[in-house]
T-cell receptor, first 114, second 115 residues
Framework: GNSVTQMEGPVTLSEEAFLTINCTYTATGYPSLFWYVQYPGEGLQLLLKATKADDKGSNKGFEATYRKETTSFHLEKGSVQVSDSAVYFCALSDLQGGYNKLIFGAGTRLAVHP | DTGVSQDPRHKITKRGQNVTFRCDPISEHNRLYWYRQTLGQGPEFLTYFQNEAQLEKSRLLSDRFSAERPKGSFSTLEIQRTEQGDSAMYLC?????????????FGPGTRLTVL
């Protein structure tokens, strides 16, 4: 079945460091791909998305490119801030059955220190 | 637009008791989803409604779980005879199909603790 695998955390970085969180997926068909972020004490928020191969999603300095050939959707940011500390979830939209339940990875906790 | 709301935010109950959670989706959204998130894991799909019709239930949703969306607006999720393994965060999300069909907006969740 469809699945998402993320790099294990926690990821600990100093402010202004470069961030990469790896995400790979297994899916039949052509799913949409998402990154959600969960800040402490808050609900999941959509960070960015890509709906087809080679699309790049971007938001708040974060980017991810839908790579069909490597089945990957890695999250990157050039310079992280303390306020980026959160748990990041990669997800795909399962289009089987004609609707779009989301399948999530286990999440990667990011801690950014001053 | 106040977003997706869930009530209560926290629920502590004793094993064997019944609990009910409520989700109010974004007003124009016709799709509503329930997910469960256990500690250290990503959310897992439980069930899905389009308007008032429940179109799929995950195998994770045992017979002790029931969900309704009687008028196609708010939804309730009931767990009967709770077990310690039911302790988790229960998340609700909504979306508008076909416009924005791939974007789900999540509520803050209801954290259930079964003692």
């Amino acid at each position: 079945g469809n699945s998402v695998t993320q790099m294990e955390g926690p990821v600990t970085l100093s402010e202004e460091a470069f961030l990469t969180i790896n995400c790979t997926y297994t899916a039949t068909g052509y799913p949409s791909l998402f990154w959600y972020v969960q800040y402490p004490g808050e609900g999941l928020q959509l960070l960015l998305k890509a709906t087809k191969a080679d699309d790049k999603g971007s938001n708040k300095g974060f980017e991810a490119t839908y790579r069909k050939e490597t089945t990957s959707f890695h999250l990157e940011k050039g310079s992280v801030q303390v306020s980026d500390s959160a748990v990041y979830f990669c997800a795909l939209s399962d289009l089987q059955g004609g609707y779009n339940k989301l399948i999530f990875g286990a999440g990667t906790r990011l801690a950014v220190h001053p | 637009d106040t977003g997706v709301s869930q009530d209560p935010r926290h629920k502590i109950t004793k094993r064997g008791q019944n609990v009910t959670f409520r989700c109010d989706p974004i007003s124009e959204h016709n799709r509503l989803y329930w997910y469960r998130q256990t500690l250290g894991q990503g959310p897992e799909f439980l069930t899905y409604f389009q308007n008032e019709a429940q179109l799929e239930k995950s195998r994770l949703l045992s017979d002790r779980f029931s969900a309704e969306r009687p008028k196609g607006s708010f939804s309730t999720l009931e767990i009967q005879r709770t077990e310690q393994g039911d302790s988790a965060m229960y998340l609700c999300a909504s979306s508008n199909y076909p416009a924005g069909s791939n974007e789900q907006f999540f509520g803050p969740g209801t954290r259930l603790t079964v003692l």
